[in-house]
Each structure stands twice: as structure tokens, then as C-alpha cells.
């Protein structure tokens, strides 16, 4: 359902974590460059899944905040990374991408909560 909010949020962060997957980073450790784009391939999938389960939101939102653990362990491997020593070019618009995703993330759980409250609402006026 593209009229809804946070199917937008979404699918921006799915866009999002595409683009940073593209444009990838620059390290020399291997092992970061294979761990990174599979958990941001990880969130992007969760969240492009959870687009096409508005019908159960409650587990679209457990599967959006399952999305939104992918990106932030992301970060956490580049700290982690950061802190080793293993060089990686923290500026790039690649590292921004998976915190938009975060955000994006974020303000669809807000929605989809909001959405749930809406229709218990309407289900006890009846």
C-alpha cells in the first residue's frame, strides 16, 4: 500500500541502504568488506520485506525494528573497525547511508504504531 506513510519511510530506506551497498567503502581489511554490505544487505531485505506485511502490523513492526538492528550493528562494526586500527574512510556518504536508514526506520515504527492505535480505536467503537 503506497498510500501509507510509512511505506515511504521504507522504501526511502531501502533506497538508501542499496546506494551505500553500491557505493561501498574503502578499507583494506577483508573481513569489513565482506561483513559490512551483508548487514546492510540484511537491513535492506527485512525492511523491503516488512513493506508487503502492512496487512499484520505487528509484525511489520518487529520486522522493521529487526531492520533497524541490522543498520545500527553496521555502525558498530565500523567503530569496532575504526577502533583496530583498520583504516576506513568514515566521511563517506557510504557510512552516512545506513544512519538515514536508522532515521527512515525509526519514523516508520512511529507510524506503523500510530496506524495500530488507530484501528484498536476504531475496533472499540464498534
Not at 7 to 21: C, D, E, M, N, P
Not at 22 to 31: C, D, E, L, P, S
Not at 102 to 108: E, G, S, T
Request: hydrophobic share 55%.
Amino acid at each position: 500500500m503506497i498510500q501509507r506513510i510509512q511505506t515511504i519511510h521504507l522504501l526511502l530506506s531501502v533506497i538508501a541502504g542499496i546506494v551505500a551497498i553500491v557505493i561501498g567503502i574503502t578499507t583494506t581489511a577483508q573481513w569489513l568488506k565482506i561483513a559490512w554490505p551483508c548487514l546492510v544487505g540484511l537491513g535492506v531485505l527485512l525492511a523491503a520485506w516488512s513493506i508487503f506485511l502492512y496487512k499484520t502490523r505487528m509484525r511489520q513492526l518487529s520486522i522493521v525494528n529487526l531492520s533497524t538492528v541490522c543498520h545500527a550493528l553496521t555502525g558498530a562494526v565500523l567503530g569496532i573497525a575504526s577502533l583496530t586500527g583498520t583504516v576506513v574512510e568514515l566521511g563517506s556518504v557510504a557510512v552516512i547511508l545506513p544512519l538515514v536508514a536508522i532515521v527512515l526506520n525509526l519514523l516508520a515504527c512511529r507510524r506503523i504504531r500510530f496506524d495500530e492505535r488507530l484501528v484498536r480505536s476504531a475496533d472499540r467503537l464498534r
